[in-house]
């Protein structure tokens, strides 16, 4: 059974510029959840999809917005980049939440921003 | 406002005992991860507690005290591979939202 995947792994932006994440579940995993982690934050929670709904957000500025597809793959955005937003971004997916379920993560899509 | 607490970094002896200990204080409560996270590596899931008490899996132990907003994670007999960050997550209101503390790295020396 394939594991969460995520894509790009690397990229190195501009400020001002506007990136696109992909992820993509474990197979019948029905929610998504997304993070930034950076060395100083730890994980930060952004938000989570569960059949093409969000239910719920973290405390991000509107640059970072998401969105989850029929298929339950789901992509974030971040628009008008700053420095600020190199990070570690982690996607992680469960069955139907993280509540009683574990969630897995995927190996992430590592951002530089120059 | 939503707090999770855990120490920066400890260390410990191989073959040792360690326990890492975390607070919380958050607005709903429907359970807590701990996770491993290797540098580098994404976070994999190590147990999970909903009620009081204590679970065991294998060499991993944790423990849940939702009155005190406490928890801790039990390494035992510590191997070199142990060597990681160990991060505490609470699933606050609604059970959609998890919130990581900052992770203890955790040092195990020869």
């Known amino acids: 059974k394939a594991g969460v995947t995520q894509t790009p792994r690397y990229l190195i932006k501009t400020r001002g510029q506007q990136v696109t994440l992909s992820c993509s579940p474990i197979s019948g995993h029905r929610s998504v959840s997304w993070y930034q982690q950076t060395p100083g934050q730890g994980l930060q929670f952004l938000f989570e999809y569960f059949s093409e709904t969000q239910r719920n957000k973290g405390n991000f500025p509107g640059r970072f917005s998401g969105r989850q597809f029929s298929n339950s793959r789901s992509e974030m955005n971040v628009s008008t980049l700053e420095l600020g937003d190199s990070a570690l971004y982690l996607c992680?997916?469960?069955?139907?939440?993280?509540?009683?379920?574990?969630?897995?993560f995927g190996e992430g899509s590592w951002l530089t921003v120059v | 406002g939503q707090n999770i607490d855990q120490p920066t970094e400890m260390t410990a002896t191989e073959g040792a005992i360690v326990q890492i200990n975390c607070t919380y204080q958050?607005?709903?409560?429907?359970?807590l991860f701990w996770y491993q996270q290797h540098a580098g590596e994404a976070p994999t899931f190590l147990s999970y507690?909903?009620?009081?008490g204590l679970e065991e899996k294998g060499r991993f132990s944790s423990f849940l005290s939702r009155s005190k907003g406490y928890s801790y994670l039990l390494l035992k007999e510590l191997q070199m591979k142990d060597s990681a960050s160990y991060l505490c997550?609470?699933?606050?209101?609604?059970?959609?939202?998890?919130?990581f503390g900052a992770g203890t790295r955790l040092f195990v020396k020869a």
């Open positions: 507690n909903v009620l009081d």
């Open positions: 997550a609470v699933i606050g209101t609604g059970g959609f939202k998890t919130i």
């Open positions: 992680a997916s469960s069955l139907a939440g993280p509540t009683g379920n574990t969630i897995y």
């Open positions: 958050t607005s709903g409560f429907n359970g």
